[in-house]
T-cell receptor, first 112, second 115 residues
Framework: DADVTQTPRNRITKTGKRIMLECSQT?????MYWYRQDPGLGLRLIYY???????NKGEISDGYSVSRQAQAKFSLSLESAIPNQTALYFC???????????FGAGTRLSVL | AQSVTQLDSQVPVFEEAPVELRCNYS??????LFWYVQYPNQGLQLLLK??????LVKGINGFEAEFNKSQTSFHLRKPSVHISDTAEYFC?????????????FGSGTQLTVLP
């Protein structure tokens, strides 16, 4: 089983809909991250959490929100999806050293 | 603020030929450096890392990279590539200290190994 699991793997939704992407991990890490990947732009940080009570905005947090339900679970929500949020989304985790991040397989989201 | 530049977006190379993927970064403080690989329809996995010590670091699958502080570069090399090395490669930089460290990724280089 994967150490970092993202669900769903693929999602198609319509403009204006609320959508939640989920991430769970079995690595026992305190730190979790959400990134989006766009062609030619690499990965950009949306939100990160150093523990259940510590959530921080990343480079591109506008239009997104997160919830850290437990050490092992970190969800990303799009309250009202728009087409330019079409992207590949990755969840990652790291230990307290914070240097090596471990990634899930990604969620491909299309907003029509 | 740190930034990472991967100079080539696409690198085609024939099987068994050597390859170099270039990465330059900008930072005014000490950094940690990483290369990640992304195979089709998969997440990123760590290829190698430089935290301190020897400037030549070896990673998985025969890859290595050299940290050059004066040129602020961290180029990735492999002496002989295989078809299975076809993937996208990302350079990343971590700057700051302690809990403040965050990763900044380059835009990626698609390596295509041709038969």
């Amino acid at each position: 089983d994967a150490d970092v699991t993202q669900t769903p793997r693929n999602r198609i939704t319509k403009t204006g809909k609320r959508i939640m992407l989920e991430c769970s991990q079995t690595k026992g890490h305190d730190r979790m991250y959400w990134y989006r990947q766009d062609p030619g732009l690499g990965l950009r940080l949306i939100y990160y959490s150093f523990d259940v009570k510590d959530i921080n905005k990343g480079e591109i947090s506008d239009g997104y929100s997160v919830s850290r339900q437990a050490q092992a679970k970190f969800s990303l929500s799009l309250e009202s999806a728009i087409p330019n949020q079409t992207a590949l989304y990755f969840c990652a985790t790291s230990g307290t050293g914070g240097d090596i991040q471990y990634f899930g397989a990604g969620t491909r989201l299309s907003v029509l | 603020a740190q930034s990472v530049t991967q100079l080539d977006s696409q690198v085609p190379v024939f099987e068994e030929a050597p390859v170099e993927l270039r990465c330059n970064y900008s930072s005014s403080v000490s950094v940690y450096l990483f290369w990640y690989v992304q195979y089709p329809n998969q997440g990123l996995q760590l290829l190698l890392k430089y935290l301190s010590g020897s400037t030549l670091v070896k990673g998985i699958n025969g890859f290595e990279a050299e940290f050059n502080k004066s040129q602020t570069s961290f180029h990735l090399r492999k002496p002989s590539v295989h078809i299975s090395d076809t993937a996208e490669y990302f350079c990343a930089v971590s700057e700051g200290s302690g809990s403040a460290r965050q990763l900044t990724f380059g835009s990626g280089t698609q390596l295509t190994v041709l038969p």
